[in-house]
Nanobody, 125 residues
Framework: QVQLTESGGRSVQAGDSLRLSCAAS????????MGWFRQAPGKERKFVAG????????DIADSALGRFTIFRDNDKHAIYLQMNSLNPEDTATYYC??????????????????WGQGTQVTVSL
């Protein structure tokens, strides 16, 4: 099993940028497609971005399209979420997730089986 640890979350102002990191240990990161999810208080956890095992394919939720970018560095055992033009609606706990799938595509949500503890992002006006 891969263990995931997120970092980089903090309080920022609207319009700021932030980069979240997810460090993986225990298994080779290249065995996993990866994703970022977020959960705001009182709301369900939602998909934000996904990246295939090789990084050849990415997917960004409509709410983040054009502002967020997901990328990975398998040699450094890490994935990242670059977030630009943040707004208060982006306030949430952000979770890194891993899906051990054979195909080099974006996983279905149910295929993510390993989760980090989350990192808090707060965006204020």
């Amino acid at each position: 099993q891969v263990q995931l640890t997120e970092s980089g979350g903090r309080s920022v102002q609207a319009g700021d940028s932030l980069r979240l990191s997810c460090a993986a240990s225990g298994r080779s990161l290249s065995d996993y497609a990866m994703g970022w999810f977020r959960q705001a208080p009182g709301k369900e956890r939602k998909f934000v971005a996904g990246i295939s095992r090789t990084g050849a394919i990415t997917d960004i939720a409509d709410s983040a399209l054009g502002r967020f970018t997901i990328f990975r560095d398998n040699d450094k055992h890490a994935i990242y979420l670059q977030m630009n033009s943040l707004n208060p609606e982006d306030t949430a706990t952000y979770y890194c997730a891993a899906a051990q799938i054979l195909r080099d595509t974006i996983p279905y949500d149910y295929e993510y089986t390993n989760w980090g503890q989350g990192t808090q992002v707060t965006v204020s006006l």
